[in-house]
């Protein structure tokens, strides 16, 4: 009996020096269980009649100190995508590009004056939410769309930087313009999104007939479209021109100009630190407002010497725009656009008309005094 | 007298021509089936040989190599997993002179891994051919070094336990080294990260996943207790649940400027997870031990640690070597659902890949495939590890 005692006492005490060994490791996860056992029972006392639990709050950041700790850092830390071709995906070397990266990078830029500064976390559809209400990102960028649920439970939503919305792809050769012409058409979708939904909604409304092709993934349904198992295929438009860039014949598909859903893309920051929130925001205007005033990545150097006064605010040459309250340097924004360009640069770089992954028309995304909706603040 | 004439000569083996008039065509219905299979057969692979050879377009997959093998590692720091590999590649070397068997297997395929890299028909760099070369060679350096007086089975032990320590300074850089710069474990991925999160995985859920099997047949209650409840929880858990907990929960609890490395939260909760797994395909074994044994070993005067460490475990082990092996092969392929907490693996990248070129986004089941074949090459490797091993210990045979 004693000598079975002695066996299971050197049993735990190889498991406690194993646990030390492991460090870091297990400490935390020691450090989580405690806590989970200990939040609630402080907050909210057992009882039938008790309502229930609020989740245990977050304490929020105060007024820059995530400014603070990113500077401290030296890096902004980014959620993004890294398989969505044209926003957030790799190039052959591994390096994170794409349109929603670039704004990333333009917060980098404007902070630390290097758009390298970043470090990129790759979020899932699912998990986004949840590290934004962490604050474990300072900065989501994910092809996410705003919406007011997402508003209220995830984070504060910045600028919209890309106007998306639900269109149609059909073959040129079909002839069909508008919905009504699609009446009793098959349409490839996929499944258990709200695309679907959105779908059924259009044409509903509309009183016209359809056949759902569904399938799991993306891939299969513009495979099954362009093999002609589909008359149609929907999906977000910039997915659709991506898909349809893919395709062995691109010329020969058309994106209707119908949109059966509002899609504003809108990068995101952790709620509770407004200096924060509002620098990102003056990142996003000055890119747009960059565009609007002709300051290009090319003709920064010249623009120094501008005439016009909005210029050379932007710029940083003379006057204050509320840079310093929040901040950044005085020409943080010559930083920005000499590293990434201005709002159509980086739309052209990715899905202009030369653009490396695919082409969109513009549309809604022109500056407002080209037709679109991209509109900002002055800078003053 | 009788029984000596009655023993004849064994029929001889049958030549192949034999075999297949006695097995494929007996009777006019087995030619009948046999042609039949033989049509079927010959239409499946030259279907699967003609999309494999003319209709696939396996360009994602060449000139992706580098994504697929190390992800987002910065380029030129690439040399640093190299190095690494022939690293291993020399101690494979070594420990197939000193310990010989399996490990000369696996020294042998990482030679040839390596001279089939050398001499790969596509595009690529003048680094990574010559480091296909270099590989065979420290092999073959590594058995020469294993027959001078250092071949010896501790100093292989000391060198690989070395080489865990030098494999991860390479990787995560060594701080105030200015040639070996920090690279963030976020930038690490593709077959590097599936390969590190399994092998962190294998290593480390097997001890702690004896120690809770031991904990858990143990006579002392809060200790059963604890065992029993983690190894149940545990079990009772979906790894996609444990992982989600690990990188979404964490962070709810510590302050926002403590970031728990991705890497390592993955690792942790993969870890645990096989662990508590480990712990009932031991505890099977430990079962399987007669009480004759341990009453046998008290006779013979050893203590409770000795019977442990001595008789039963080794007796245990070797009996749920089979359970084991699977469990590692399933750990190797829940990797894939490191992608949870935000980690770019082979599968992730894969869909990297597919995504990283208009042209390449209908090439999903090229991409796909050539994953798939990566895992069973390192699966079936792993099953053949452990058929080798029963075999030397004599499992199924006594």
Known sequence: MNRKRTALLVVLLIVSILLAACGQKEVIVTREVEVTRLAPAGECPECPECPPCPEAPQAPMAAGQRLAAVKGRGRVVCGVHTSLLGFGYLDSAGRNIGFDIDLCRAVAAAVFNDPEAVEFVPLTAAERGPALQTGEVDMLSRNMTWTSSREAQWGNFTVVMFYDGQGMMVRKDSGVA????????????TTGTTTELNLADAFRSRGLNFTPVTFEDTPSVYGAYEEGRCDAATSDKSQLAAARAGFANPADHVIMDVTMSKEPLTPAVPAGDDQWMDLVKTVMWTLINAEELGITSQNVAQMMGSDNPEVKRLLGVEGDFGQTDLGLSADFGANVIRAVGNYGEIYDRYMGPQGIAFTLDRDLNWLWKDGGLIYAPPLR | MNATSAIRRPPAPPGAVRWIKKNLLSTWYNVLLTLVALIFVFFVSRGVLRWVFFTANWTPITSSLKLFAVGQFPPDQVWRVGTAVLLVSFFFGLSWRVWG????????????????????????????????????????VGYLVGRTSLGKPRWAALGWALSFGGTTALLTGVRGVSWLP????????????????????????????????????SSLPVLKLFCTLFIEIVRGVPLVTILFMFSVILPLFLPEDVRVDRVLRAMMGMTLFAAAYMAENIRGGLQAIPSGQIEAAKAVGLNGLQTT??????????????????QFIALFMDTTLAVIVGLVELLQIGRAVIQSNPEWLMLDMEVYLF????????????????????QTLGVGRR
């Open chain 2, 182 to 217: 920090r690279v963030e474990t976020g930038l690490w991925g593709g077959l590097l990260l599936t390969f590190l999160l399994a092998l962190v995985g294998i290593v480390a859920s097997f001890p702690i996943g004896v120690l809770l099997a031991l904990g858990r047949r």
């Open chain 1, 178 to 189: 508008t919905l009504e012409d699609l009446d009793g058409a098959t349409v490839c979708v």
């Open chain 2, 101 to 140: 068997g399996t490990v000369g297997t696996f020294a042998l395929a990482l030679a040839v891994g390596g001279a089939a890299v050398a001499v790969l028909p596509f595009e690529l760099s003048s680094g990574v051919r010559l480091w296909g070369v270099a590989n065979p060679l420290l092999v073959g």
């Open chain 2, 309 to 326: 460490v001595l008789i039963v475990l080794p007796q245990a082990l070797r009996m749920v070597i089979p359970a084991i092996v699977g």
């Open chain 2, 371 to 390: 994953i798939g074949a990566v895992f069973w090459v390192f699966t079936y490797a792993m099953s053949y590890a452990s058929q080798r091993l029963e």
